[in-house]
């Protein structure tokens, strides 16, 4: 009964990741990797997921989930095209495993309200912002409910990630929508890196 719970979560976190191998699935339920990894032997002979190697990660064999089959060969023809923004909960499943964060991302995200003020790096309760398929930058933010404002204490774009037009009228509208969900009505914005951002982002 055990070992089979243990296969039905380890299907299930397959066929929620997209792609996993035993350290992303075992993680996913926070399952033992040895139990995971028989679980992905029982599931790949019985045909229910299918294990391919990618160069650029390390971990392999990953896993696919044949109902996600169409999707790997859109993704290796260049037919998918990513379109959300999303602010992400520090506890969205797609930053909960760091190391698959860091791997997948190159995004090492730690919930900073745990650490002392002193030793935080980037603010008290961190959002990161997902954009297009990539997570391009992280949030400090906080509610003033009865200004029905929402403060963006500082707002930090990943090294690389270039701050142009289009992803500061993503983020603003994303951000406004996130805003209004809370009952908020503003949005002002106190500091971002690089600094140029900040004149970029319009909340009107």
Request: proline share 5%; net charge positive; aromatic share 10%.
């Amino acid at each position: 009964m055990h070992a089979e719970a243990v296969k039905a979560l380890t299907l299930n976190a397959v066929r929620a990741l997209g792609l996993a191998n035993i350290n992303w699935a075992s993680s996913y339920f926070y399952l033992k990797k040895a139990e995971t990894a028989q679980a992905l032997i029982e599931l790949e002979n019985e045909g229910l997921v299918y294990p391919i190697k990618v160069e650029e990660l390390k971990g392999n064999p990953f896993y696919v989930h044949m109902d996600n089959l169409s999707l790997l060969n859109e993704a290796l023809e260049g037919k998918l095209r990513p379109t959300h923004t999303a602010i992400l909960s520090p506890f969205d499943p797609l930053i909960t495993d760091r190391s698959r964060a860091r791997d997948l991302f190159n995004f090492d995200y730690n919930i900073e309200c745990y650490t002392p003020a002193p030793k935080r790096k980037y603010g008290y309760f961190l959002l990161p912002l997902l954009h297009k398929g990539s997570l391009v930058g992280r949030m400090d933010a906080k509610a003033w409910r009865n200004e029905k404002r929402l403060q963006i204490i500082k707002l930090y774009l990943e090294p690389g990630v270039k701050p142009n037009k289009m992803l500061a009228k993503d983020l603003a509208v994303t951000i406004k929508a996130y805003a209004a969900w809370q009952g908020l009505e503003k949005v002002h914005v106190d500091w971002t890196d690089p600094a140029e951002f900040r004149e970029l982002l319009q909340f009107n």
